[in-house]
């Protein structure tokens, strides 16, 4: 089993904080999706990278994923109480069939404070 | 569009007792799964498939059956619940492409007592 790698677990900041999280393996991705998760629904896909050294905006959010296609990071800037939630990465590892069959992070579980 | 639906929402059981979760959508997607999450484990895959008719393992399949008789519907059985079975479901789809975005349903809520 090829194993995710993700940090923090919790997180609790104040509004208008910057914050990373960061997913790693030892393993090759062939992709990694970033997902955010609220209380009684299930995740919903923030965005996908595929290409190593890629950085990907998306508002206050940017994620990147490394050269060596083997680690993901979420940076937050200036984050807002509506940014409160369960994030979670999920890869695809070299190799397999990817489609679909995804690996989680253990997940962070964000509280951003008014 | 409904997307992936499950039921029940909620559902508390017996040990030993069976049942089965529902999963249908209707965005023709030909990958379905069934994850359970767990507090500090993130998600963790049950069973697949690929397509109607093809089904596999996942990384914890024991204790559970699926089939996929229909491209819409991929209902999950658990054959004589454990407590180790209480845990939130989530059934996903998505397109069989590389980099293809899951689609989750709101999950199953269950509790073997």
Known sequence: ???????PQF???QEGENLTVYCNSSSVFSSLQWYRQEPGEGPVLLVTVVTGG?????KRLTFQFGDARKDSSLHITAAQPGDTGLYLCAAAFAGGTSYGKLTFGQGTILTVHP | NAGVTQTPKFQVLK?????TLQCAQDMNHEYMSWYR????M??????????????????VPNGYNVSRSTTEDFPLRLLSAAPSQTSVY???????????????????RLTVT
């Not at chain 2, 999450?37 to 500090?40: M, R």
């Not at chain 2, 993130?42 to 990384?59: F, K, M, N």
């Not at chain 2, 989530?90 to 397109?95: E, I, L, M, R, T």
């Open chain 1, 1 to 7: 089993t090829q194993l995710l790698e993700q940090s």
């Open chain 1, 11 to 13: 997180l609790s900041i």
């Open chain 1, 54 to 58: 890629e950085v990907k905006k998306l």
């Open chain 2, 15 to 19: 040990t030993g007792q069976s049942m």
């Open chain 2, 37 to 40: 999450q767990d507090p500090g």
């Open chain 2, 42 to 59: 993130g998600l963790r895959l049950i069973h697949y498939s690929v397509g109607a008719g093809i089904t596999d393992q996942g990384e």
């Open chain 2, 90 to 108: 989530f059934c996903a789809s998505s397109y069989r492409t590389e980099g293809s975005p899951l689609h989750f349903g709101n999950g199953t």
